[in-house]
């Protein structure tokens, strides 16, 4: 009887020029991912990290405008590409490579191209962490990255209500599978605060909380649905950057605490 062959082991390299990558992931779209992503970034510089922020979402790249950049990526050999950076944090994003309308009709291969090359052949340089801001779903580019990278941890992240926690579940099950470490749930849009002080729980209430429990993982924390993330993301001024002390701040202050405890960096 012939033997299964073993299964295939992928060689997996840090990205250069960092001491360690964390993905931002929901496998649902339209949770607020990005905006989370990146004023998680700030918050963590806020404490003293050197951060990069990689947006890894070829289709539809946020990063352009959420930090107001309208720059194209510099190369001095013809083969790596110089990273932007805004506000002391190091920025890379299909966006700055392409017009802000121009629709990404890309097969899987060009896809995995594009993320190879944003790993590859991006000279960072003497970053604490990188953020990585993933796509929705569980394709191409969720595969390139925990077969090739070495990926120090996923943050998930879910609004509570069981439609997006059906997608976010599969997205848990696919890091475990893969081997990488998730270092918590945050509940995005988890309630509007009205003028009055009171609290709406528009998404529903409890289901970010219940899932890390049922999959044994740490609940990181809760963020609201709140105006002035919002502004601040169209002005393209990330809230935690230019207003530290906001009380939605102070909120990406604990996750970012947290993140950093987990990862045990100094």
Request: net charge positive; proline share 6%.
């Given at each position: 009887?012939?033997?299964?062959?073993?299964?295939?082991?992928?060689?997996?390299?840090?990205?250069?020029?960092?001491?360690?990558?964390?993905?931002?992931?929901?496998?649902?779209?339209?949770?607020?991912?990005?905006?989370?992503?990146?004023?998680?970034?700030?918050?963590?510089?806020?404490?003293?990290?050197?951060?990069?922020?990689?947006?890894?979402?070829?289709?539809?790249?946020?990063?352009?405008?959420?930090?107001?950049?309208?720059?194209?990526?510099?190369?001095?050999?013809?083969?790596?590409?110089?990273?932007?950076?805004?506000?002391?944090?190091?920025?890379?994003?299909?966006?700055?490579?392409?017009?802000?309308?121009?629709?990404?009709?890309?097969?899987?291969?060009?896809?995995?191209?594009?993320?190879?090359?944003?790993?590859?052949?991006?000279?960072?340089?003497?970053?604490?962490?990188?953020?990585?801001?993933?796509?929705?779903?569980?394709?191409?580019?969720?595969?390139?990255?925990?077969?090739?990278?070495?990926?120090?941890?996923?943050?998930?992240?879910?609004?509570?209500?069981?439609?997006?926690?059906?997608?976010?579940?599969?997205?848990?099950?696919?890091?475990?599978?893969?081997?990488?470490?998730?270092?918590?749930?945050?509940?995005?849009?988890?309630?509007?605060?009205?003028?009055?002080?009171?609290?709406?729980?528009?998404?529903?209430?409890?289901?970010?909380?219940?899932?890390?429990?049922?999959?044994?993982?740490?609940?990181?924390?809760?963020?609201?649905?709140?105006?002035?993330?919002?502004?601040?993301?169209?002005?393209?001024?990330?809230?935690?950057?230019?207003?530290?002390?906001?009380?939605?701040?102070?909120?990406?202050?604990?996750?970012?605490?947290?993140?950093?405890?987990?990862?045990?960096?100094s």
């Open positions: 009887m012939s033997q299964k062959p073993p299964p295939k082991q992928f060689i997996k390299t840090p990205i250069k020029g960092t001491n360690a990558t964390i993905l931002v992931s929901s496998a649902k779209g339209g949770v607020g991912k990005s905006t989370l992503a990146i004023n998680l970034a700030f918050a963590l510089q806020n404490l003293g990290m050197r951060v990069g922020i990689l947006d890894a979402d070829v289709y539809g790249p946020s990063l352009p405008k959420i930090l107001n950049l309208k720059e194209k990526p510099q190369s001095q050999d013809n083969k790596n590409i110089i990273p932007l950076e805004k506000y002391g944090v190091q920025c890379m994003s299909m966006g700055f490579l392409i017009d802000e309308q121009t629709p990404m009709m890309w097969r899987g291969p060009m896809v995995i191209s594009a993320i190879k090359t944003m790993t590859q052949k991006v000279l960072w340089k003497e970053r604490d962490l990188i953020i990585v801001d993933m796509p929705p779903g569980t394709g191409d580019t969720q595969l390139t990255f925990v077969q090739e990278v070495k990926i120090n941890g996923a943050i998930i992240v879910s609004t509570p209500q069981d439609l997006a926690l059906l997608d976010v579940k599969r997205g848990i099950q696919m890091y475990e599978k893969t081997g990488v470490k998730i270092l918590g749930l945050i509940d995005n849009m988890s309630f509007f605060k009205a003028d009055d002080g009171k609290e709406y729980k528009i998404f529903g209430e409890g289901g970010v909380k219940k899932t890390a429990r049922e999959f044994n993982k740490e609940f990181l924390g809760h963020l609201p649905l709140n105006q002035d993330l919002r502004i601040s993301a169209d002005k393209g001024i990330p809230l935690t950057y230019s207003q530290p002390n906001h009380e939605v701040s102070l909120l990406f202050k604990n996750i970012a605490e947290k993140v950093k405890r987990s990862l045990n960096i």
